[in-house]
Nanobody, 125 residues
């Protein structure tokens, strides 16, 4: 069973940047697409970004397009989320997740079979 551990969250001001990391256990990391989701207090889970197994294809949610960048290092079993120009509405718990397939990257929650515990991102105005 793969384990996913997020890190890099914190409290920042609007306009700042943060980079989240998600480290995966096991030897099959490079086989599967990965994704990032978030859940703000009192709101539904929202798709943020996803990346194919090779890293060659990415997909972003409309609310983060142009500001966030997903990437991965298969050598380090890690997926990253670079978040720039942060806004207060980006405040949420951010979760990484492993897809059941290599790609194409998707925002469909049902495709994801393993989830991390989440890391809190708080953006003050």
């Amino acid at each position: 069973q793969v384990q996913l551990v997020e890190s890099g969250g914190g409290l920042v001001q609007a306009g700042d940047s943060l980079r989240l990391s998600c480290a995966a256990s096991g030897r099959t990391f490079s086989v599967y697409a990965m994704g990032w989701f978030r859940r703000a207090s009192g709101k539904e889970r929202e798709f943020v970004a996803a990346i194919s197994s090779s890293g060659g294809t990415t997909l972003y949610g409309d609310s983060v397009k142009g500001r966030f960048t997903i990437s991965r290092s298969n050598a380090k079993n890690t997926v990253y989320l670079q978040m720039d120009s942060l806004k207060p509405e980006d405040t949420a718990v951010y979760y990484c997740a492993r897809d059941r397939a290599a790609g194409p990257p998707t925002g469909i929650v049902g495709r994801y079979v393993a989830w991390g515990q989440g890391t809190q991102v708080t953006v003050s105005s």
